[in-house]
């Protein structure tokens, strides 16, 4: 199933698990434009590289994936109405002039997009409700605008509620990765669509960002779908039984 703002991919069910990627697309609408050159539709600033394919082969394998279907500099699904950087003017020191919008033009993007993508995400979690919400997502080795090293390959990202994240990050460094405990960034400053979702429907869920050099190629994005597949069943299987109460 596509739309102009989603891709859900696989058959969700509930009691299993879903893949939720905010930012796994680079699509700008064709009535849309950005005022920046193509080649930084690849860059981090306008999609999380990699995780996508790793999405669309942990479908392979039997789970299911919700991917949003336009690029996060046209409209941010992980942030909220009242932050600057859900439509940014300026993305790690590149200025983005088509997104200098007036309120109107700005509700606009809202109503046609991060409105209907949240809307319906909340009626397929209500529909069937998972066991456990991936948030996955990627991170870039070094910002162009900051130069403190990232050293991490996977960081475990969290708010409120940690049950999958204290799962989650001594099995990823049981398997020799070095893991990020809320890096690099923390979850509680940077978590709004899990904010939404998952915390206060009780829904278990683990935020997860991978380095992006480690998964800009096929074979590493094979790799960690692999990863991610087997840490999704460790963690639900540790996972205490609960039954989530979705409104």
């Known amino acids: 199933m596509e739309t102009e703002y989603h891709r859900l991919l696989g058959t969700p069910v509930s009691g299993g698990v879903l893949v939720v990627s905010d930012h796994a697309s680079n699509r700008v609408p064709d009535d849309i434009d950005l005022g920046i050159e193509d080649a930084l539709l690849d860059e981090h600033?306008?999609?999380?590289?990699?995780?996508?394919?790793?999405?669309?082969?942990?479908?392979?394998?039997?789970?299911?994936?919700?991917?949003?279907?336009?690029?996060?500099?046209?409209?941010?699904?992980?942030?909220?109405?009242?932050?600057?950087?859900?439509?940014?003017?300026?993305?790690?020191?590149?200025?983005?002039?088509?997104?200098v919008l007036t309120k109107e033009e700005r509700q606009a993007r809202v109503d046609r997009l991060f409105d209907p993508y949240h809307h319906a995400l909340a009626a397929q979690l209500n529909k069937t409700p998972p066991a456990l919400i991936l948030s996955l997502h990627s991170f870039t080795p070094g910002l162009a605008t900051c130069t403190k090293p990232r050293p991490w390959q996977v960081g475990v990202l969290y708010n409120q509620d940690e049950r999958a994240a204290r799962i989650a990050?001594?099995?990823?460094?049981?398997?020799?990765?070095?893991?990020?405990?809320?890096?690099?960034?923390?979850?509680?400053?940077?978590?709004?669509?899990?904010?939404?979702?998952?915390?206060?429907?009780?829904?278990?869920?683990?935020?997860?960002?991978?380095?992006?050099?480690?998964?800009?190629?096929?074979?590493?994005?094979?790799?960690?779908?692999?990863?991610?597949?087997?840490?999704?069943?460790?963690?639900?299987?540790?996972?205490?039984?609960?039954q989530p109460s979705l409104g």
Not at 69 to 86: A, Q
């Open 169 to 242: 990050i001594p099995w990823l460094e049981a398997q020799g990765f070095v893991t990020g405990d809320q890096e690099p960034y923390s979850g509680k400053l940077l978590n709004a669509s899990m904010n939404r979702h998952a915390e206060p429907n009780g829904l278990p869920y683990l935020s997860i960002e991978i380095r992006q050099d480690l998964i800009a190629e096929e074979a590493g994005q094979a790799e960690w779908a692999d990863v991610m597949t087997r840490l999704c069943a460790a963690v639900v299987g540790q996972l205490p039984s609960s």
């Open 45 to 99: 600033i306008a999609i999380d590289i990699g995780v996508a394919a790793i999405a669309e082969r942990m479908v392979q394998a039997g789970t299911a994936a919700w991917l949003g279907n336009v690029s996060r500099l046209v409209c941010d699904f992980n942030r909220t109405h009242d932050v600057p950087g859900m439509m940014p003017e300026i993305s790690d020191g590149y200025v983005i002039p088509g997104n």
